[in-house]
């Protein structure tokens, strides 16, 4: 099966200032990868993800990339504000038949410190 | 559009009890999944349920049990629960099964067991 793992499981940035966490992935044969935020009480919710055929996507200050040789993939956070402080997870996706697996990574706390 | 509602959000039960949760998807959305969440093990997929036909397990006892009904609603149940079970248990919803979908989560449902 897959297996992701995450680095850093904490992160603290000054406000302003980008924030960037990696993932890597064990299986080639993945072909999706979303991040999610996840805030204290709440579900995770999808802020961006990124196709195996695509090496960047940005959505405003959140840009993620995908190296599939390395196979590994990123999330970058410019000009930080506190408001993105939260548990950011990882996904990667693997066909299976019909079907699919996912595996999240273990996380990663964001402080971003006014 | 409504997003994906759980049901009940906070729950106690005790050592040997068992417990059903429930699970509404975004409208149109005919696949269900439910992960457990735990601070040690993070996020972790139970099942995925398509067209009411459970497509894919994870790695958990037969002590947990779903289903989906025709109106793609989803339950999730629990037998026999240990202190171990207390976590939150979250469903995400998307349009198919495909690897490619993107999957949306709902509030979860906390649990606590003692």
């Known amino acids: 099966g897959e297996n992701v793992e995450q680095h850093p499981s904490t992160l603290s940035v000054q406000e302003g200032d980008s924030a960037v966490i990696k993932c890597t992935y064990s299986?080639?044969?993945?072909?999706?990868f979303p991040w999610y935020k996840q805030e204290l009480g709440k579900g995770p919710q999808l802020i961006i993800d990124?196709?195996?055929?695509?090496g960047e996507k940005k959505d405003q200050r959140i840009a993620v990339t995908l190296n599939k040789t390395a196979k590994h993939f990123s999330l970058h956070i410019t000009e930080t504000q506190p408001e993105d402080s939260a548990v950011y997870f990882c996904a990667a996706i693997l066909p299976s038949g019909s079907a699919r697996q996912l595996t999240f990574g273990s996380g990663t706390q964001l402080t971003v410190l006014p | 559009k409504a997003g994906v509602t759980q049901t009940p959000r906070y729950l106690i039960k005790t050592r040997g009890q068992q417990v059903t949760l429930s699970c509404s998807p975004i409208s149109g959305h005919r696949s269900v999944s439910w992960y457990q969440q735990t601070p040690g093990q993070g996020l972790q997929f139970l099942f995925e349920?398509?067209?009411?036909?459970?497509?894919n397990k994870g790695n958990f006892p037969g002590r947990f049990s779903g289903r989906q009904f025709s109106n793609s609603r989803s339950e999730m149940n629990v037998s026999t629960l240990e202190l171990g079970d207390s976590a939150l248990y979250l469903c995400?919803?998307?349009?198919?099964?495909?690897?490619?979908?993107?999957?949306?989560f709902g509030p979860g449902t906390r649990l606590l067991v003692l």
């Open positions: 995400a919803s998307s349009l198919s099964a495909r690897s490619l979908e993107t999957q949306y």
């Open positions: 349920y398509f067209s009411e036909t459970q497509r």
């Open positions: 299986d080639s044969a993945s072909n999706y």
């Open positions: 990124i196709r195996s055929n695509v």
